[in-house]
């Protein structure tokens, strides 16, 4: 009698776990969580970086959550349900490094000013390797529209440029005014050889309205194809899960579009400018993610049969 308990409260747990994933409690939640922040945001109470980072997890947590669903469906094959979990472990960590890495990279190895070329920025020992650059600035309210620049110092030039453009905003019934966009932040690869000393500004391309602050950072992907192998790798997973557990669009939607999501944010988001990069990245990242996890499911499910029902217990 006291051998069944353990059992019976574990397959109660199971069951509840089940029944809020599956049900409306995780988009009730996961909506719930996204008006709370847009508020927060509008209302000034949460900073540019917070609310990126919130959306960010909110994206990652939710697809994750969406996916692990049949992973706790007792009635399905067991190996098909461990290709769900790590799918959705995947999935989730495919998300979170990259986006996060662009929205909030923390503290830089090193950083410093440069206005005129010639002038440089000290590297310090140990920060060799594949790093990323964040180079900011401002430009002049009247003027050309585009500053070039280039940083030498690394194995290879760092090419840049800060860039205005214009487009138009309604205001009130029937009028619209012009709109100025300014571009003045991105993160750009460089690598840097044991024994290098310093990036050097070599040359300037226009007029700045102040010096290009330039901060260096550790990369935690190994490679520059880093977020897409990520997310390859996961996308994968969900269309093999998906195929075996004998679904249709089920995994391999929400998963694509979690990922086109995360890569949207991590290849155009800032610290400086993350809220629309991430919200932008929502819609886009929705349609393309969806057509491309809808495409690669149905490829694999012609190679990968669905999995055997297991046997009713009796």
């Excluded at 949460?46 to 469906?73: C, H, K, M, N, Y």
Aim: hydrophobic content about 50%; some cysteine; glycine content about 12%.
């Amino acid at each position: 009698m006291a051998d069944s308990l353990p059992s019976t409260s574990a397959h109660a747990r199971a069951a509840w776990l089940e029944e809020a994933l599956s049900g409306w409690t995780l988009p009730v939640a996961a909506l719930a969580l996204l008006v709370a922040v847009a508020i927060a945001y509008l209302a000034g109470l949460a900073s540019e970086v917070t609310t990126a980072s919130l959306l960010v997890l909110a994206v990652g947590l939710g697809a994750a959550l969406f996916i692990l669903r049949t992973a706790v469906d007792a009635r399905r094959d067991g190996g098909s349900r461990a290709l769900a979990a790590a799918a959705a472990a995947a999935t989730l960590l495919a998300v979170l490094l990259p986006a996060l890495r662009s929205v909030r990279p923390g503290e830089p190895l090193f950083a410093g000013d440069v206005a005129a070329v010639g002038e440089e920025v000290p590297v310090p020992g140990g920060a060799s390797g594949r790093l990323r650059l964040l180079v900011s600035g401002k430009l002049p309210e009247r003027g050309e529209p585009t500053v070039g620049f280039t940083l030498g110092g690394g194995r290879a030039p760092v090419e840049g440029k800060l860039e205005r453009t214009y487009g138009s905003a309604r205001v009130g019934r029937g009028t619209r005014v012009r709109v100025a966009h300014d571009h003045t932040a991105d993160f750009y690869p460089v690598t840097l050889d044991d024994g290098a000393r310093a990036l050097r500004l070599e040359r300037v391309g226009g007029q700045l309205a102040s010096p290009l602050h330039v901060a260096a950072y550790r990369d935690p992907l190994p490679f520059p194809w880093g977020p897409w192998l990520a997310a390859g790798i996961a996308l994968f997973l969900a269309c093999v899960a998906e195929a075996r557990l004998g679904l249709r669009n089920d995994l391999a939607v929400p998963a694509g579009m979690a990922l086109a999501f995360g890569l949207l944010v991590a290849f155009n988001a800032t610290p400086a400018s993350a809220v629309g990069p991430a919200v932008g990245g929502v819609v886009l990242g929705a349609i393309s993610g969806a057509l491309a996890g809808w495409m690669a499911g149905a490829l694999v499910r012609r190679v990968v049969p669905p999995a055997p029902r297991p046997a009713p217990s009796r």
